[in-house]
């Protein structure tokens, strides 16, 4: 079945960063965190350490384009066509999905779909802290 690169986060590694890294450990491509494009919850899965999972999936932009992919972690990896990974039966629904997302997203921009980050300070830490969403019109800022 085909899907994109992920792993988990090393405790402090914000979700970007985990996507950049993730990324370049299994496919020997080197990417920039762009946004968030769709978080899946899902509850009772054996080898999470008896928690619930989240899984975050992010818009890279490729800095490299050379593949060199981890063979311990994937039998194949290569570049796709995203109306062909969207269709095809050898996809997960997950990867199906995201497909379909990025596809609008190319075509409507991706001021439609992404969430992207902005730094604040947590009220009860005094550290900052990142919220993603969708971005707001100006007027909406302060």
Known sequence: MW???????????????TAVREVFEETGVRTEFRSILSLRQQHG???AFGKSDMYVVC???PRSFGINFC???????????LTDLAS???ATPVTSRVARLLLYGV????D???LTAEEF????????????HRDLPDSYKQ
């Open 88 to 90: 095809t039966e050898n």
């Open 45 to 47: 899965i054996p080898g």
């Open 71 to 81: 063979q311990q972690e994937c039998l194949r990896c290569e570049w796709l066509d």
């Open 3 to 17: 899907k994109f690169p992920g792993g988990l986060s090393e405790p402090g590694e914000d979700i970007g960063d």
């Open 121 to 132: 300070w947590a009220a009860h830490t005094g550290t900052l802290c990142k919220l993603y």
């Open 107 to 110: 075509r409507a921009g991706f």
């Open 59 to 61: 818009r890279l932009r």
């Open 112 to 114: 439609k779909i992404d």
